[in-house]
């Protein structure tokens, strides 16, 4: 059963700084990854999607890694602002037998609190 | 492009009532998949559709069904509501093939009083 897991659960940091998000996973057969940040009572906005066969993938101030051989993936968000404050998620899904895929399997989140 | 729609936004239920959650993927996208997040367990996934079809579930009493029309439109029922299902629950959808991922609705905040 895959099983995924951020740290830090939290993180506090003043606005400007560059910070690294952690994700790791169980079971590297994964097909994709995909970061998502989630404001308090909202859904979730994707960031990024990385293949399997990707090695990172870059938005704007965001940049993203993935070692699947390792099981781990990395989040970096560059010169942080105030409204970058939110929950990141990472999360894994798998291709199933009949070509789709299985469903995302979902870390706790980092809580980030950029400080103005 | 109107992105996935969830409704009814907020519910209120009696526990023992049964409940049905409405998902409008993204116009063209045929897999749809409904997750609960609550405050203990964060997400988990409850099922996939694909094409009507059932692809995947995740691990959850029978209670939790669903279902996808031709229109890949998906409703999510709760039959027998326990307290513990207060909860949110999100829709995603997604196109087919590798380099797609999943879009999530702003969900169904459920409350079983």
């Known amino acids: 059963k895959q099983e995924v897991t951020q740290i830090p659960a939290a993180l506090s940091v003043p606005e400007g700084e560059n910070l690294v998000l952690n994700c790791s996973f169980t079971d590297s057969a994964i097909y994709n990854l995909q970061w998502f940040r989630q404001d308090p009572g909202k859904g979730l906005t994707s960031l990024l999607l990385i293949q399997s066969s990707q090695r990172e993938q870059t938005s704007g101030r965001l940049n993203a890694s993935l070692d699947k051989s390792s099981g781990r993936s990395t989040l970096y968000i560059a010169a942080s602002q105030p409204g970058d404050s939110a929950t990141y998620l990472c999360?894994?899904?798998?291709?199933?037998?009949?070509?789709?895929?299985?469903?995302?399997?979902f870390g706790k989140g980092t809580h980030l609190i950029i400080q103005p | 492009k109107a992105g996935v729609t969830q409704t009814p936004r907020y519910l209120i239920k009696t526990r023992g009532q049964q409940v049905t959650l409405s998902c409008s993927p993204i116009s063209g996208h045929r897999s749809v998949s409904w997750y609960q997040q609550t405050p203990g367990q964060g997400l988990q996934f409850l099922f996939e559709y694909f094409s009507e079809t059932q692809r995947n579930k995740g691990n959850f009493p029978g209670r939790f069904s669903g279902r996808q029309f031709s229109n890949s439109r998906s409703e999510m029922n709760v039959s027998t509501l326990e307290l513990g299902d207060s909860a949110l629950y999100l829709c995603?959808?997604?196109?087919?093939?590798?380099?797609?991922?999943?879009?999530f609705g702003s969900g169904t905040r459920l409350t079983v009083v």
């Open positions: 999360a894994v899904y798998g291709a199933d037998s009949g070509g789709g895929a299985d469903g995302l399997t």
């Open positions: 995603a959808s997604r196109s087919t093939g590798g380099a797609y991922g999943y879009t």
